[in-house]
């Protein structure tokens, strides 16, 4: 079992800027990899950003170039720093971890957290 805990979401004007964390506890390895989802009204939970247990990172397109995924293993903690924030990134945002070095499809996982709301008035 593995819990995650999100914070650091808020509210925020469109260019602003933001920055999550999940703090990961229970049954959990350093050498996982994480990933940062996100879901908003209407539509499908979507990975935008992970990174592997030897700190290799991936982006969706959508916000490559924006949004800075990294990690603190002695604190068991994901970050992710999101730069000129849209109004499309209003979502609920959460984290995962998988025990390979590739973050699937968010319906390969059964446990998740409560998640943070970003929310980038329009």
């Not at 959508?62 to 603190?72: A, M, Q």
């Not at 971890?97 to 008035?121: F, H, I, K, M, R």
Request: neutral net charge; aromatic residues 10%; proline residues 4%.
């Amino acid at each position: 079992q593995v819990q995650f805990a999100e914070s650091g979401g808020g509210l925020v004007q469109p260019g602003g800027s933001l920055r999550l964390s999940c703090v990961l506890s229970g049954d959990f390895f350093s050498i996982y990899a994480m990933g940062w989802f996100r879901q908003a009204p209407g539509k499908q939970r979507e990975l935008v950003a992970s990174i592997s247990g030897g700190g290799k990172t991936n982006y969706d397109d959508s916000v490559k170039g924006r949004f800075t995924i990294s990690r603190d293993n002695a604190k068991n903690t994901v970050y992710l720093q999101m730069n000129s924030l849209k109004p499309e990134d209003t979502a609920l945002y959460y984290c995962n971890a998988d025990p390979s070095d590739v973050v699937g499809s968010p319906l390969e996982y059964g446990n998740w957290g409560q998640g943070t709301q970003v929310t980038v008035s329009s």
